[in-house]
């Protein structure tokens, strides 16, 4: 479950909204039952649920812990995808696999503008919490692929591009320097332009392949975002 910080006061913890209607109604939790709980900031705690109504659940906490924020960060730059459920599988997939900023942003090839922000931002809690992580990833909503690479100035910006030769396949190299955030590029269905592919490699990007076959946009994802495992 989740609660973020302020929902958390020393040994005591509350569920509200949909955390709570999830616990009391869907699993049908009772007083005494153990639940899990995340609070997105590194924090994991344990512990017995104390009273427990619709709209609230408290628990004792009887255990914490702490984890750090994994590194290298992992921030993914991903063009809108039109099909909604393409979109929402990438975004899924992107924070099971790890990515710790999700920005969507708009090019010249974007070809819906309208992205529901609310449903992305549930899909990534309950991929948060499917996966046993920590930290609460962000999705964003940025208008230009410049507004990307200027929101991330310390990072190292990777570009997947289907153009790029297979031999530029390899991705260990990024994740030496681990203090540095990686920020890997993957473009809406349409692809690049060549201009916005110049414009990145002029601030730095770095291009790569993801092999010799053209992926959709959300595979691109999965392929790309699988290469930085830990
Ligand atoms: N430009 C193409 C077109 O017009 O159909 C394809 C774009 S592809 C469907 C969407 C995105 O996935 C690309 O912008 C790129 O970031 C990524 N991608 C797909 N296949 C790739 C590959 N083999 N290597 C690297 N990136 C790839």
């Given at each position: ?11 005591a913890a ?12 869907v699993m049908?939790a009772?007083e ?7 609070d997105g ?12 109504t619709?709209q ?10 702490y984890?750090d924020?994994?590194q ?10 039109k ?9 899924e997939k992107?924070v099971?696999?790890g990515a710790a ?10 070809i ?6 609310d449903?992305?931002e549930?899909?990534t809690?309950?991929?948060?919490k ?6 609460r990833?962000?999705?964003t909503?940025?208008h ?10 310390e990072?190292q ?5 289907e153009?790029?030769s ?9 994740a ?10 993957v ?11 110049d414009?990145?490699?002029d601030?730095?990007?770095?291009l ?10 959300e595979?691109a ?10």
């Amino acid at each position: 479950y989740y609660a973020p910080p302020a929902q958390i006061h020393g040994t005591a913890a509350e569920l509200l909204d949909q955390e709570a209607r999830h616990a009391s109604k869907v699993m049908r939790a009772r007083e005494g039952d153990q639940l899990v709980i995340v609070d997105g900031k590194g924090g994991r705690y344990e512990g017995p649920i104390r009273r427990i109504t619709k709209q609230s659940v408290q628990i004792e906490i009887q255990e914490s812990q702490y984890f750090d924020k994994p590194q290298p960060e992992l921030l993914l730059g991903m063009g809108i995808i039109k099909k909604r459920d393409r979109l929402e599988f990438a975004v899924e997939k992107a924070v099971e696999l790890g990515a710790a900023h999700i920005a969507l942003f708009r090019s010249r090839r974007t070809i819906k503008e309208n992205v529901r922000m609310d449903r992305l931002e549930s899909i990534t809690l309950s991929a948060m919490k499917q996966s046993l992580r920590t930290w609460r990833p962000e999705v964003t909503l940025f208008h230009s692929i410049e507004e990307v690479i200027a929101s991330f100035p310390e990072a190292q910006c990777v570009l997947a591009h289907e153009k790029v030769s297979p031999s530029k396949m390899s991705f260990a190299h990024l994740a030496e320097g681990k203090d540095q955030p990686i920020l890997l590029m993957v473009g809406p269905e349409g692809g690049f332009a060549d201009a916005e592919v110049d414009k990145m490699v002029d601030a730095g990007a770095e291009l790569a392949s993801l092999g010799s076959h053209r992926l959709r946009a959300e595979t691109a994802v999965v392929a790309l975002m699988s290469q930085f495992l830990s």
